[in-house]
């Protein structure tokens, strides 16, 4: 079983910025996919951003050049660098991983809280 542990979530002004950590114990890391995904208040779950075994990376629209996603596999950990944030960004961020060479996200973190003040 893998464990995912978030933190850097927190209360930021709009235009400011966050960055979120996730701690893998998955002695697969390297070899798996890491994401991060969001839920609004009333809102389905969104992947917001997703970095593969071999770094290529991908956004949805409401974020890009905004949010980076990076990974150091020597800490097991995954990052998502938020700047420029817009209270549209306020939301429980998740952090998931998926099995050794699979895309399909089947772990999951509990989730940290960013609200953006306007």
């Known amino acids: 079983q893998v464990q995912l542990v978030e933190s850097g979530g927190g209360l930021v002004q709009a235009g400011g910025s966050l960055r979120l950590s996730c701690a893998a114990s998955?002695?697969?890391?390297?070899?798996?996919?890491m994401g991060w995904l969001r839920q609004a208040p009333g809102k389905e779950r969104e992947l917001v951003a997703r970095i593969s075994w071999s770094d290529s990376t991908y956004y949805t629209d409401s974020v890009k050049g905004r949010f980076t996603i990076s990974r150091d596999n020597a800490r097991n950990t995954v990052y998502l660098q938020m700047n420029s944030l817009k209270p549209e960004d306020t939301a429980v961020y998740y952090c998931?991983?998926?099995?050794?060479?699979?895309?399909?996200?089947?772990?999951w973190g509990k989730g940290t809280l960013v609200t953006v003040s306007s």
């Open positions: 998955a002695r697969t890391f390297s070899s798996s996919v």
């Open positions: 998931a991983a998926g099995r050794p060479f699979s895309y399909e996200m089947v772990y």
